[in-house]
Structures are given as structure tokens and as C-alpha cells.
């Protein structure tokens, strides 16, 4: 559970957060038949804190709006150093892997890409930004370099997973849906 969370709220995060590591280790060990925990907790934790929007786009540009790009993301990654280029490149990985697998209809086709085009490039970027962020050393940060390293080699597959997740929630076993039927 993260500091900062008191009384009521604390509950409440505790009970989401079962609620999705619950559900993506369902999803990942029994359906996709994925058995990393780590990689599995992951996903999860990715999933809990990005319920926040403001976590989802805390990457700031120079002059203080959110970087909701991926192209601008990897600029502001390119002017830091160590653990804060570390952390940013985990976060393009994450909104990459976060878009990509739970709302993939979202990402915008442009007039030279097809939809299917752009979500390539969002996985070929996800990939490529969880790889740099490995190569950085965290020393005890967390993730370890080996968890980002399999996110990038695994990308794919998590993204699926995370499709499943998204299916699950819509329609559940009995199809009405555990949250939005």
C-alpha cells in the first residue's frame, strides 16, 4: 500500500488493489498460463496506479502541461539522467503497455498509419522504452532490471493479457460483467 493513504481511502485501496491482483494473476496464470509473479504484480500494480489519471500522464514538458505523447515522452526522457531517465522511460513503457492492452481502439490512426500500424509502433516503442530503462542501473529501485527486461521481451503477450483483463471486467463469467454489468 502507498503512504499517503489514511483511514477510509486506505481500505479502499486495499480492497482494489486485492481486487486487481486477484484478477490479473487469474487472468495471467490460469488463462494465459504465465507463472512469473513478478512480472504478474507488475501488471497489476501498472493497472492500480494508473486508476489515477494524473499518474498516467505525470510526465511533464518544459513548460509544465503533461506529455500525452509518446515522441514527447522520450524527449523528456533524453534530458535526464540516471534514475530519473530510468523512471521515465518505465513510464513510457507502462503507458504504452497500459493503452495498448487495455483500450487498444484508442490509439489514433493517422493519416499515413493505419489503427493497426499505430499499435504496432505503441508496442515497438513499449518494447524498446522498457529495455532502455533495464539497461539503467536501479541499484535496489524497484523494479529490478530483470522485471523491465522481461516486460519489453513479453510486451505482447501482456498486452493481451491485459486485453483479458479488460474482457473479464466487461463480461465476466456469467457475460453481465464484474463491474459494468
Avoid at 41 to 66: E, K, L, Q, S, W
Avoid at 161 to 169: A, D, F, K, Q, Y
Amino acid at each position: 500500500m502507498e503512504p499517503g493513504y489514511t483511514g477510509d481511502e486506505s481500505q479502499e485501496r486495499s480492497t482494489i488493489e486485492r481486487f486487481f491482483v486477484g484478477l490479473s494473476e487469474c487472468i495471467f496464470h490460469s488463462k494465459l498460463g504465465v507463472v512469473d509473479v513478478q512480472l504478474v504484480d507488475y501488471v497489476a500494480d501498472m493497472m492500480i496506479r494508473f486508476i489515477r489519471t494524473d499518474d498516467i500522464h505525470r510526465i511533464r514538458r518544459p513548460n509544465g502541461r503533461p506529455a500525452t505523447e509518446v515522441l514527447l515522452m522520450f524527449r523528456e526522457a533524453e534530458q535526464r539522467i540516471g534514475l530519473a531517465r530510468r523512471e521515465v522511460h518505465r513510464h513510457i513503457g507502462d503507458f504504452t503497455l497500459f493503452w495498448s492492452g487495455m483500450y487498444p481502439e484508442s490509439l489514433r490512426a493517422t493519416k499515413a498509419a493505419s489503427t493497426s500500424e499505430q499499435f504496432f509502433d505503441y508496442c515497438q516503442q513499449g518494447k524498446r522504452a522498457y529495455a532502455i530503462a533495464a539497461e539503467i542501473d536501479g541499484g535496489e529501485t524497484r523494479p529490478s532490471s530483470d522485471v523491465l527486461m522481461s516486460l519489453s521481451d513479453q510486451f505482447e503477450m501482456c498486452a493481451y493479457g491485459l486485453r483479458e483483463i479488460r474482457r473479464e471486467l466487461e463480461e465476466g463469467d456469467t457475460g453481465g460483467g464484474l463491474l459494468l454489468g
